[in-house]
């Protein structure tokens, strides 16, 4: 892949009256949905790049759905009018994509925004692939095994200290808002457990404490399927417990995620701590060990290390690309 994966971005310039949301940032990307920033960011500054279209495997359209919804000019209303004049730019300038009716384009959005934001250009939806956060089988928008999970990663520096530490003495622990049927019910079976420690609003302790102390870590569906829980619980090398139906978790084409976590339908919430229980001491220490193997992969760098998320998003990418050649005079 590293040697002959090529990806050819629709060019702009920066006086581009729309640079902010074409162009990659020039901070350092944080928060809820720096995945989204730190893909383009590494993409930009990668072998992977050509200038030359017709060596390309696929075509990126480089718009980030996170900074047309902060853009004064366009916000959330703006967004599905912004994408379908953008792509009917690039169909009437290159003939790059009517070529394949955008089979051979991604975009990449971390933004729950994103599943919503091609209504007005359903060739987006169908034929392009989209490497998106939101990646739920539910969602009409997302199309399993065309399209893929980007992680939702907090970016975070230096790795955590005692990740095999003997304090973990909690089963499990959950903190978040409580915005969904299935947080619901994880709060009105587990808020009183001694065991399984579900907390709603702000928490007492620092958050980092409550990771490194508990051997299991909840992700649980909220407003979303997914938040950056899973990447938290990985990072401090506690072990996921991901209760959320059709999610189609990151990675799912590379990693076995049965070696390194546990997936409980929402149906077994009753059942968490039975089914926590049942795992052997020898069964939890094989999946941590495979946590603190895996971290690599949920983790962004400024200047991408090989196996890091960014090369996981692009293998992923790899997998998708078409084996199809169109002539150069198409």
Request: proline share 6%; aromatic share 14%; hydrophobic share 40%.
């Given at each position: 892949m590293k040697k002959s994966f090529k990806i050819y971005v629709y060019p702009h310039k920066k006086n581009d009256p729309f640079a902010n949301i074409l162009l990659p940032v020039n901070f350092e990307p944080s928060g809820n949905y720096a995945s989204e920033s730190y893909f383009k960011k590494s993409l930009f500054n990668s072998q992977f790049i050509t200038k030359n279209p017709k060596e390309a495997d696929l075509f990126f359209l480089p718009f980030s759905i996170a900074r047309l919804r902060h853009d004064t000019r366009i916000g959330v209303e703006?967004?599905?009018n912004f994408i379908r004049d953008y792509i009917t730019n690039v169909?009437?300038?290159?003939?790059?994509w009517n070529r394949s009716d955008g089979g051979d384009h991604f975009y990449v959005a971390c933004h729950s925004i994103g599943k919503s934001?091609?209504?007005?250009?359903?060739?987006?939806?169908?034929?392009?692939?989209?490497?998106?956060?939101?990646?739920?089988?539910?969602?009409?928008?997302?199309?399993?095994?065309?399209?893929?999970?980007?992680?939702?990663?907090?970016p975070r520096k230096d790795n955590p200290p005692n990740l095999f530490s003997p304090k973990r003495k909690k089963l499990a622990f959950f903190a978040g808002g409580i915005n969904s049927p299935v947080r619901e019910k994880l709060l009105q079976v587990w808020?009183?457990?001694?065991?399984?420690?579900?907390?709603y609003g702000r928490l007492k302790t620092p958050y980092a404490d409550e990771l490194l102390g508990s051997k299991f870590c909840l992700h649980v569906k909220g407003f979303e399927v997914n938040t950056a829980r899973i990447a938290d619980s990985l990072y401090y090398g506690c072990v996921p417990v991901v209760?959320?139906?059709?999610?189609?978790?990151?990675?799912?084409?590379?990693?076995?995620?049965?070696t390194f976590s546990v997936i409980?339908?929402?149906?077994?919430?009753?059942?968490?701590?039975?089914?926590?229980?049942n795992i052997s001491y020898d069964e939890y220490l094989r999946l941590q060990s495979n946590v603190l193997k895996v971290r690599k992969h949920f983790q962004w760098h400024l200047k991408p290390i090989d196996y890091d998320a960014f090369h996981m998003v692009m293998y992923e990418l790899w997998l998708r690309r078409s084996f199809l050649r169109f002539p150069e005079n198409y």
């Open positions: 703006g967004i599905q169909s009437q300038k290159y003939p790059y934001a091609m209504e007005k250009t359903s060739e987006v939806k169908f034929n392009v692939i989209q490497v998106v956060c939101s990646s739920s089988y539910f969602v009409a928008a997302y199309i399993a095994h065309k399209d893929a999970c980007l992680p939702q990663i907090w808020r009183n457990d001694t065991e399984i420690f579900v907390h209760i959320a139906n059709y999610y189609d978790l990151p990675f799912n084409d590379i990693l076995d995620w049965k409980v339908p929402t149906m077994d919430i009753p059942l968490l701590k039975e089914i926590l229980k």
